[in-house]
């Protein structure tokens, strides 16, 4: 069993940045892939960015590349970090981390634990 807890969030302004970080702790923590999905109200969970257990390999939704960074820590818990950079307003969502032992994607059904979010508003 994992537990994963998101924390960052808050408010900023339209180009402002924030670092979200994901705890992971329990059982093999740092054998499992970890994502960042977000839900805005209103509209469907999306997967933002994920990466794989030894942090070698990410991926990035089309609508955050080049803004966004995803890293991880495994040195003593799993700690998962979404540096993001140059925020707008469409970015305003509760944002998720989640696990899989499964693969590397963007796609939460193949998510098996998740933390219960954070929020991120953008706006002046």
């Known amino acids: 069993q994992l537990q994963l807890v998101e924390s960052g969030g808050g408010l900023v302004q339209p180009g402002g940045s924030l670092r979200l970080s994901c705890v992971v702790s329990?059982?093999?923590?740092?054998?499992?892939?970890i994502g960042w999905f977000r839900q805005a109200p209103g509209k469907e969970r999306e997967g933002v960015s994920c990466?794989?257990?030894?942090?070698?390999?990410?991926?990035y939704a089309d609508s955050v590349k080049g803004r966004f960074t995803i890293s991880r820590d495994n040195a003593k818990n799993t700690v998962v970090y979404l540096l993001m950079n140059n925020l707008k307003p469409e970015d305003t969502a509760v944002y998720y981390c989640?696990?899989?032992?499964?693969?590397?994607?963007?796609?939460?059904?193949?998510?098996?634990?998740w933390g219960q979010g954070t929020q991120v508003t953008v706006s002046s």
């Open positions: 329990g059982f093999s923590s740092n054998s499992h892939n």
């Open positions: 990466i794989s257990t030894s942090g070698g390999s990410t991926m």
């Open positions: 989640a696990a899989t032992k499964y693969r590397v994607g963007l796609e939460d059904y193949d998510y098996d634990y």
